[in-house]
């Protein structure tokens, strides 16, 4: 099982950034798909989510408005497209991927960097 992320980077407050995560060795279009957060000296947290399926979708309240989680399971990749970032948007973000409450998957994580 393998998470890659990448699309991490420096940009200014304003700015946007897109993330990808690309997945292989499980059945990517049966996992529920997130994206979470860990800033320095902070606990991680979650980001957005979308689920397998119908992709049902939530945000952090932080995010709703500005970031845009989506998936393609033809690509076994799920995005997060990111703008009007804020210097408090800085952290290391990381791809998770769980099914059933059982299997439970997480990628090496990708530093975003918001900073004048």
């Known amino acids: 099982v393998q998470l890659v992320e990448s699309g991490g980077g420096l940009v200014q407050p304003g700015g946007s950034l897109r993330l990808s995560c690309a997945a292989s060795?499980?059945?990517?279009?049966?996992?529920?798909m997130s994206w979470y957060r860990q800033a320095p000296g902070k606990e991680r947290e979650l980001v957005a989510g979308i689920s397998s399926g119908v992709g049902r979708i939530n945000y952090a309240e932080s995010v709703k408005g500005r970031f845009t989680i989506s998936r393609d399971n033809a690509k076994n990749t799920v995005y997060l497209q990111m703008n009007s970032l804020k210097p408090e948007d800085t952290a290391v973000y990381y791809c998770?991927?769980?099914?059933?409450?059982?299997?439970?998957?997480w990628g090496q994580g990708t530093q975003v960097t918001v900073s004048s």
């Open positions: 998770n991927a769980k099914f059933m409450l059982r299997y439970d998957y």
């Open positions: 060795g499980f059945t990517f279009s049966s996992y529920g």
